[in-house]
T-cell receptor, first 116, second 115 residues
Framework: DTGVSQNPRHKITKRGQNVTFRCDPI?????LYWYRQTLGQGPEFLTY????????KSRLLSDRFSAERPKGSFSTLEIQRTEQGDSAMYLC??????????????FGEGSRLTVL | AQSVTQLGSHVSVSEGALVLLRCNYS??????LFWYVQYPNQGLQLLLK????ATLVKGINGFEAEFKKSETSFHLTKPSAHMSDAAEYFC?????????????WGLGTSLAVNP
């Protein structure tokens, strides 16, 4: 068990460019979450997957944001036409399936986005 | 709707002193409550959680928290602070005790430990 892995850890981009982040959850975890965290704030929920199905999306997730989990394993979060307000830490978390669930979310180390 | 309030965005204690970080919640159903810690440039790590079992919950690194329904509180304590405890601490409540799909987070409390 290598934990939740996110990459890249840091991304600097110019306004208007597209960026994609990847999250590899703990292997047996079927539930995956994306959060966004800005300085001095708690994490804000973005979206939730159970296996490959995206079951919930926050209103924070504008049409420039899209997340996928095509095979129910890794997930990607893409931001199109980035804006300076998108600068934040993007956190991925996974959770064990029913029967082995303790309620705990296991977080990756995050992907920090800076939009110039 | 559920919510979490962390009183005090910054707390400073001396090494060896008691740590008390305050968290109050609002929930229409019996909540699941969590404390997470975040070190600089790192993700969040679970310290402890309350899931309707014992009201006094012990976590890692010597931290514990007590669930008080009458006060809607879940304050985090540690008897003796260590320099390595300096970090950001987040209290969170689940949005659905039976199938919590996401956590509702407080704004965090930054703990500084002075030598």
């Amino acid at each position: 068990d290598t934990g939740v892995s996110q990459n890249p850890r840091h991304k600097i981009t110019k306004r208007g460019q597209n960026v994609t982040f990847r999250c590899d959850p703990i292997s047996e975890h079927n539930r995956l979450y994306w959060y966004r965290q800005t300085l001095g704030q708690g994490p804000e929920f973005l979206t939730y997957f159970q296996n490959e199905a995206q079951l919930e999306k926050s209103r924070l997730l504008s049409d420039r944001f899209s997340a996928e989990r095509p095979k129910g394993s890794f997930s990607t979060l893409e931001i199109q036409r980035t804006e300076q307000g998108d600068s934040a830490m993007y956190l991925c978390a996974s959770r064990a399936p029913r029967g082995r669930d303790t309620g705990e979310l296991f977080f990756g180390e995050g992907s920090r986005l800076t939009v110039l | 709707a559920q919510s979490v309030t962390q009183l005090g965005s910054h707390v400073s204690v001396s090494e060896g002193a008691l740590v008390l970080l305050r968290c109050n919640y609002s929930s229409s159903v019996p909540p699941y409550l969590f404390w997470y810690v975040q070190y600089p440039n790192q993700g969040l790590q679970l310290l402890l959680k309350y899931t309707s079992a014992a009201t006094l919950v012990k976590g890692i690194n010597g931290f514990e928290a007590e669930f008080k329904k009458s006060e809607t509180s879940f304050h985090l304590t540690k008897p003796s602070a260590h320099m390595s405890d300096a970090a950001e601490y987040f209290c969170a409540v689940s949005d659905n005790a039976g199938n919590n799909r996401k956590l509702i987070w407080g704004l965090g409390t930054s703990l500084a430990v002075n030598p």
